[in-house]
Nanobody, 125 residues
Framework: QVQLVESGGGLVQPGGSLRLSCAASGNIFSISAMAWYRQAPGKQRDLVARITSGGLTNYADSVKGRFTISRDSAKNTVYLQMNSLKPEDTAVYYC???????????????????WGQGTLVTVSL
């Protein structure tokens, strides 16, 4: 099993900044990619940013130039630095991690995809 613990959400005024963190723990063999998604009320969950084990990143067009995703591989942690926040950034933000999990005995590692519980970001006066 892989557990994800998110932190850093909250209320911020337009133009402000927040930093989200997501730490993965468990029988992790390797992580191939870590990402942040968000879901606003009444809307689908969309990709915000993603980073691979090789450091390649991609962003939703709506956040390019404002958000930065990074990771600390030693800590199995991914961050999302959000600057110049807008009211339309208001959503529940979810961490997503893909990789391989160790298994007991002689069984090879198996793939996993895990989701965090979500952290609310509210951008408002």
């Amino acid at each position: 099993q892989v557990q994800l613990v998110e932190s850093g959400g909250g209320l911020v005024q337009p133009g402000g900044s927040l930093r989200l963190s997501c730490a993965a723990s468990g029988n992790i063999f390797s992580i191939s990619a870590m990402a942040w998604y968000r879901q606003a009320p009444g809307k689908q969950r969309d990709l915000v940013a993603r980073i691979t084990s090789g450091g390649l990143t991609n962003y939703a067009d709506s956040v390019k130039g404002r958000f930065t995703i990074s990771r600390d591989s030693a800590k199995n942690t991914v961050y999302l630095q959000m600057n110049s926040l807008k009211p339309e950034d208001t959503a529940v933000y979810y961490c997503n991690v893909e990789g391989l999990i160790s298994q007991t005995g002689v069984r090879p590692p198996r793939s996993f995809i895990s989701w965090g519980q979500g952290t609310l970001v509210t951008v408002s006066l």
